[in-house]
């Protein structure tokens, strides 16, 4: 994870969503106030509510993230008791936040000693020289619960993720006996057989290459294709990009009708407690290199096109 943990702080987990979900309930009890992005994902929201939890949206920025100043001000006018962050390259957005904010998040939260659950499972997946630090390496007071696993950069079926809780480790490993009481040790295994020997390395180098790829792509197809007026984020990373359509297309609309060509998107009502993003959708360009996704950005943007 790019910073250094003690291995008595690490709870392995039946992927990511399981350790995700583990943090949240050693920090919150139903009715609470939970601070999430704007945009967010949107199982982030579903996980709220299977937990009679609230969320409380925070203002973030299509290419810097979380916007600390507007969270600091909800801090200050809510009783949040935790907050749930994608600080590299965000789910629905691609945002990452500069080292410098990410500092300032954790500096802010230890100051009000609100525990921060870190979902970092695309920090793998950059475009650039360096790998993103997590929020997690500035952490000096336990606060951060960091969340990642290999679903999303090697093998979405083993289902092998973990956390670092910091202060927290002990209620977290508690409730994961509780719930499932281990992660299966073969996939673990395997895993580490295939880390030893330098694999996972070269697999992320090319996937990244092929990631970054796509992205151009997908910029591309969108730029030619769209109707005027569209905007769409530019990520440094992870395989999702965020679009922003004139305000007669309405998301669900071209939803449905992207559907009936077997295209699959995101609406961006799932995004949000009130459905605010009724114009926007999620794109995800990590797809095979085979001509097809070009084919269905051609398409999307045909019935976009019609819907304005």
């Not at 009783?79 to 998040?105: I, R």
């Not at 790998?131 to 000096?140: L, S, T």
């Not at 057989?193 to 092929?210: C, I, T, W």
Request: aromatic share 8%; net charge neutral; proline share 6%.
């Amino acid at each position: 994870m790019s910073c250094g943990v003690d291995t008595e702080e690490l709870v392995i987990t039946n992927g990511a969503m399981e350790a995700l979900n583990l943090c949240l309930e050693a920090v919150t009890k139903p009715g609470d106030l939970v601070a999430v992005e704007s945009p967010t994902f949107y199982a982030a929201l579903q996980a709220l509510e299977r937990r009679g939890l609230r969320a409380v949206e925070v203002a973030t920025h299509p290419r810097t993230g979380v916007d600390v100043n507007a969270l600091a001000s909800v801090l200050e006018r809510h009783p949040v008791k935790a907050c749930w962050f994608m600080p590299n390259f965000q789910n629905p957005l691609g945002s990452l936040m500069p080292d410098s904010a990410k500092q300032n998040l954790v500096e802010l939260l230890a100051k009000h000693q609100v525990p921060l659950i870190e979902d970092d499972v695309y920090g793998e997946l950059y475009f650039g020289s360096q790998k993103p630090k997590p929020a997690k390496a500035w952490d000096r007071d336990g606060l951060v619960m960091h969340c990642s696993s290999f679903s999303k950069t090697l093998a979405p079926g083993y289902r092998v993720g973990w956390t670092a809780a910091g202060r927290f480790t002990q209620d977290v490993a508690r409730r994961k006996l509780m719930s499932s009481l281990a992660a299966p040790l073969p996939s673990q295994e395997g895993l580490n057989e295939y880390l030893q020997h330098g694999g996972y390395d070269r697999h992320l180098r090319q996937l990244r290459a092929k990631l970054a790829k796509q992205r151009h792509v997908a910029l591309r197809g969108i730029a030619k294709c769209f109707p005027a007026g569209t905007r769409v984020t530019q990520p440094e990373g992870g395989y999702f990009v965020w679009v922003e359509l004139p305000k007669s297309v309405d998301a669900l609309e071209l939803h449905r009708l992207a559907l009936s060509h077997d295209i699959s998107l995101a609406p961006g009502h799932l995004f949000s407690a009130d459905h605010r993003y009724e114009h926007h959708v999620r794109i995800n360009f990590g797809h095979p290199d085979d001509g097809k996704f070009e084919a269905a950005l051609k398409t999307v943007g045909a019935i976009a096109k019609a819907l304005v």
